[in-house]
């Protein structure tokens, strides 16, 4: 019996140690807010593959997505092996739409340690300078082709926002705000992207109209490279943003300059410009105050704003826009209708060939920093994207997903156990900015690096000179076509 005692005794202490140490330690959100139980969470996925093997699902059938994409962007951003072993999973010869890439025979030189070029965070600058043409007066060059896309503190938790800038510093980079404003947790050291969406958050007067003083008196007090209006988005094309009452905070409704206890949800469209030749004047206006390039982002449905806007572009070159990021319908959100995510307007791929033809039929294309934004966070869908015309590659789940997303799919409910989507703030301390900032930093160098290897595998060294006759896309038929010829590129 007293030997009992002591067994017990020594599991008490063993239970309280591990409660200590889960609750102290920062590498793991889900042990600081779940600790004890939180390490099944990490048991079950050790053994996951041989339980999915025979009950649930197989490593590609996951969405939006798969188990192989998710380990891939874990394992890179803890710097720990994300090579697969045993060859391919992937039925090639039987999987639609699937992506392959036709490399040289002569490899180009891959720089090697102590090489004289050889770059440990594998920079990869944009191959553009961003208002350079419009001879903007802060006008820059990216120097990185990747970029933490939009997503707004409200939907995102404010250490979950620390996070990002502190990674997009440590790796080079710009961080999106999203249209929820600036907020402290944004000056992290990182540069941003201001986004200005149809609630002029930050930027607006009290009857919630655009206020261009009160834009250039914030972007003045933070380390604003460029301003961004917001169009539409991919997981919600034609409707403005949703941010839930339960996740509006005393903070996010002051940075906003919305009421508290109300959903916030923002116009379906602009009350400062209603059609291209407007939004170029207010685009103007905006540039010719701040000095720095001024760009939109938009889903793609009709294409006559797109051939109006390119046509005064083409006609006038007093005005334009220094950069376009085209959004897929496959992007992500925390809220929408399901039948706006599911069902209107077109996916990436078909959206940014359709806008980038239209101007480069008017020889606008080298003019313009083109960028893309839509599930483009894996080296081979990054790298068609800019074969196909993009500078920049956008990157939003991906980046929650390196700091520390589960796709538990709660972003909406305001109850994300790792504290990324939420404003719950026992969720939230689970996530320590300085642990995720570092591996967000992992995770985009490791994705340089393998657009990279991907580029020099085709000759190239840098992504920005690798073409569509590198692709192919493989049907289910035993046969494929160019993507030159799928797409329609010219």
Known sequence: MEIMSYVAGAFGLLFVLILIYDLIQTKHAILRNFPIIGHFRYWLEAIGPELRQYIVTSNNEEKPFSRDQRRWVYASAKKQNNYFGFGTDNDLESSPNYIIIKQSTFPAREPHPGDEDYDPKYNIACSKIMGEHRQRKHAFRPESILYSSAMSYG?????????????????????????????????????????IGTGYYG????????????????????????????????????????????KITKEIAAIRGIPMGQDCISPAAHSAFSSADEMLDVIEAVADATGLPVGIKSAVGMMDFWEDLADIMAKDSGRGVDYIVVDGSEGGTGAAPLVFSDHVSLPFKLAFVRVFETFKQRELNDKIIFAGSGRLGFPEQALMAMAMGCDLIGLARETMLAIGCIQAQNCHTGHCPTGVATQNKWLVHGLDPTDKGARLANYFITLRKEILLLSRACGYDHPSKVTPAHFEILDDNFSSRPLKEVFGIQ
Do not use: Y
């Open 155 to 195: 939907s995102l938790s404010s250490a979950a926002v620390s996070a990002i800038n502190k990674g997009v510093k440590i790796a080079g980079g710009l961080h999106n705000t999203g249209e929820g404003s600036i907020a402290k947790h944004h000056d992290q050291g990182g540069d941003l992207i201001w986004q």
């Open 203 to 246: 930027c607006r007067d009290k009857n919630g109209n655009f206020d261009i003083d009160m834009l250039v008196d914030r972007c003045a007090q933070h380390q604003v490279r460029a301003i961004e209006f917001k169009l539409s988005q991919g997981a919600k094309p034609g409707r403005g943003g949703v941010l839930p009452a339960a």
